[in-house]
């Protein structure tokens, strides 16, 4: 495994959608790895950028309030930059659906805006793209590997399928030194707790605070995988440090764990709590994808990288952060 700080000490890091969940967990580390950390982020309403965010650190970071989009801008920001940690983009599938042009504006043109940019302002920096498990669709077999026919169920998973090619497409025309991460859930600290539309976990972590029952929809027995935000920091800078990542795609993950099963564990790391099932809401269930769970195989063998953090673990983090920091998230 790199050893990330002879890596990243004194280098110049650009993250897009900085002041986001992953974002802004990944400016905070590689603060302390002594990089020199610039964020974009257009700060969209109901989109997870968030000023608190980056407590601690905004005073080591430079912030760019911008939308990806702006060409001129984003020309600028790249130059000098040995890395680009492309994160920016919407994660919501039900707001993809009721409008899908935001979310091609955000997730495809937005992303063509980034590699325009490196391409004729900076063609060296090593790009990190952060896709998602969505552009699977409903699996075909499990685990999920990265051979696994692209099939997504909604307009969010279309248009970052969309964004995932471009940075490939951008390697194979241009050369460009890209590598596309698919994630999958990412849980932990500053993730958007305020409705269940970018995650429903973070919903949950939300609702046991405050003393209130979870919903499962269905009979809770549909499997997922979890990833604590700081594995997948680990992952993300491990695939830009090394150069046999560039074109390709790996898939994180981690062990399956049905819905119910997760409300119990959320329930005992809070010490308490209810949880019930409840029927599928129609617009939910037209786009769910079943039972689904990554081989991270891949990304195991190439770079050393597996999730380490328990989810036990994690939850219990996440839970005694949003009980200390709740006045920002609500």
């Given at each position: 495994?790199?050893?990330?700080?002879?890596?990243?000490?004194g280098?110049?890091?650009?993250?897009?959608?900085?002041?986001?969940?992953?974002?802004?967990?990944?400016?905070h580390?590689?603060?302390?790895?002594?990089?020199?950390?610039?964020?974009?982020?257009a700060?969209?309403?109901?989109?997870?950028?968030?000023?608190?965010?980056?407590?601690?650190?905004?005073?080591q970071?430079?912030?760019?309030v911008?939308?990806i989009?702006?060409?001129?801008?984003?020309?600028?920001?790249?130059?000098?930059?040995?890395?680009?940690?492309?994160?920016?983009?919407?994660?919501?599938?039900?707001?993809?659906?009721?409008?899908?042009?935001?979310?091609?504006?955000?997730?495809?043109?937005?992303?063509?805006?980034?590699?325009?940019?490196?391409?004729r302002?900076?063609?060296e920096?090593?790009?990190?793209?952060a896709?998602?498990?969505?552009?699977?669709?409903?699996?075909?077999?499990?685990?999920?590997?990265?051979?696994?026919?692209?099939?997504?169920?909604?307009?969010?998973?279309?248009?970052?399928?969309?964004?995932?090619?471009?940075?490939?497409?951008?390697?194979?025309?241009?050369?460009?030194?890209?590598?596309?991460?698919r994630?999958?859930?990412?849980?932990g600290?500053?993730?958007?707790?305020?409705?269940?539309?970018l995650?429903?976990?973070?919903w949950?972590?939300?609702r046991?605070v405050?003393?209130?029952?979870?919903?499962?929809?269905?009979?809770?027995?549909?499997?997922?995988?979890?990833?604590?935000?700081?594995?997948?920091?680990d992952?993300?800078?491990?695939?830009?440090?090394?150069?046999l990542?560039?074109?390709?795609?790996?898939n994180?993950?981690?062990?399956?764990?049905?819905?119910?099963?997760?409300?119990?564990?959320?329930?005992?790391?809070?010490?308490?709590?209810?949880?019930?099932?409840?029927?599928?809401p129609?617009?939910?269930s037209?786009?769910?994808?079943?039972?689904?769970?990554?081989?991270?195989?891949?990304?195991?063998?190439?770079?050393?990288?597996?999730?380490?953090?328990?989810?036990?673990?994690?939850?219990?983090?996440?839970?005694?952060?949003?009980?200390?920091?709740?006045?920002?998230?609500?």
């Open positions: 495994m790199a050893d990330l700080g002879s890596v990243f000490a280098k110049s890091v650009l993250i897009t959608g900085g002041l986001g969940f992953i974002g802004s967990n990944l400016a580390r590689l603060v302390g790895l002594g990089a020199e950390v610039t964020i974009v982020d700060l969209f309403p109901d989109c997870g950028g968030n000023l608190f965010n980056i407590a601690g650190i905004e005073d970071v430079e912030v760019h911008l939308d989009q702006d060409e001129a801008g984003m020309g600028r920001l790249v130059q000098g930059k040995a890395y680009v940690f492309n994160l920016a983009g919407r994660v919501s599938h039900l707001d993809s659906m009721r409008n899908p042009y935001a979310d091609l504006e955000s997730n495809v043109r937005g992303h063509l805006s980034v590699l325009e940019a490196c391409r302002h900076n063609p920096a090593k790009i990190v793209y896709g998602t498990r969505q552009i699977y669709g409903r699996p075909r077999y499990l685990p999920v590997d990265e051979a696994h026919p692209l099939d997504p169920v909604d307009i969010n998973g279309v248009n970052k399928l969309a964004g995932e090619w471009y940075h490939i497409v951008y390697h194979r025309a241009y050369g460009l030194r890209t590598v596309c991460l994630l999958t859930n990412t849980y600290p500053r993730m958007w707790v305020r409705d269940s539309r995650t429903f976990i973070g949950w972590i939300r046991v405050e003393g209130q029952e979870l919903e499962i929809f269905g009979d809770g027995r549909q499997i997922r995988d979890f990833n604590y935000v700081d594995d997948v920091v992952a993300l800078l491990l695939a830009a440090a090394s150069p990542t560039d074109g390709q795609v790996y994180l993950g981690s062990e399956p764990i049905s819905l119910l099963e997760l409300a119990r564990l959320l329930v005992e790391a809070n010490g308490g709590g209810e949880y019930w099932l409840i029927p599928f129609p617009e939910r037209r786009i769910d994808i079943g039972d689904y769970y990554g081989d991270y195989s891949r990304i195991r063998a190439q770079l050393g990288w597996e999730p380490k953090t328990p989810l036990r673990e994690g939850l219990a983090r996440t839970l005694t952060y949003y009980r200390e920091h709740r006045q920002h998230y609500w």
